[in-house]
């Protein structure tokens, strides 16, 4: 999770490791911090152009994958085909996939409000109603 404070980055690190540590990245410009987490789902631009820089992408490559995350919501790297099959299998290969949260169980209560146990990419459990 990335959340954007006043030109900060505050990134929420979690699995079994992580407990209720923050880091607070760098301000925009300086270099960012190695990635923490194996879904692309939630990191921000600047994160996946870097990422695509790290496996010798253009800049574009980067707006693409966003785009396909974000705006076209697309469940899997292999549902990308603006990205080349080399950089797609390379992203597996680190053990990058995008990572959406998945419907674990839901549990509904006698007023009809309805919760739902939401799986995340990492192998943490969110509850949200």
Known sequence: MVLVFNKLRLSALSGP???AKCRIAT???EKLPELTQAGLLGLDFQELSQLARKF???EYRARQLFDAIYPQ???ALDSISTLPKQ???ALKSE???IGFPRNEKSFRSSDGTIRYLMAMADGETVETV
């Open 95 to 97: 053990g990058l996939e």
């Open 27 to 29: 301000r925009w410009g």
């Open 73 to 75: 919501r697309l469940d």
């Open 87 to 89: 950089f797609r299998s």
């Open 17 to 19: 490791n992580a407990g």
């Open 56 to 58: 010798g992408q253009p």
